[in-house]
């Protein structure tokens, strides 16, 4: 069974920044795809940013220029980090690992931007 633990979350202030964490406990190049996707509250979970084994990378057009997707492969771990929060960027974060006949998924992390 394929983990995935996220951590880094937190509260932080407009304009802060926060790096996001997610471990996986299988090498993450034999993976199809790791992500990060977030859900706020009452909405639908969407995809933040993606990076594929080839490292195609792929982001939600309202954090292009503030978040960057990037791994370790040494540490088998995928990050976030994000810059220049905003308030709308508030939601609950989480990891994915795309073995492409299933998806794994982390207990999430919260980010909470508000002043």
């Known amino acids: 069974q394929v983990q995935v633990v996220e951590s880094g979350g937190g509260l932080v202030q407009p304009g802060g920044s926060l790096t996001l964490s997610c471990t996986a406990s299988?090498?993450?190049?034999?993976?199809?795809?790791m992500g990060w996707y977030r859900q706020a509250l009452g909405k639908q979970r969407e995809l933040v940013a993606t990076?594929?084994?080839?490292?195609?990378?792929n982001y939600l057009d309202s954090v292009k220029g503030r978040f960057t997707i990037s791994r370790d492969s040494a540490k088998n771990t995928v990050y976030l980090r994000m810059l220049n929060l905003k308030p709308e960027d508030t939601a609950v974060y989480y990891c994915?690992?795309?073995?492409?006949?299933?998806?794994?998924w982390g207990q999430g992390t919260q980010v909470t931007v508000s002043s």
């Open positions: 299988r090498n993450i190049f034999s993976f199809y795809a």
């Open positions: 994915n690992a795309d073995d492409v006949e299933y998806n794994y």
């Open positions: 990076i594929t084994g080839s490292g195609n990378l």
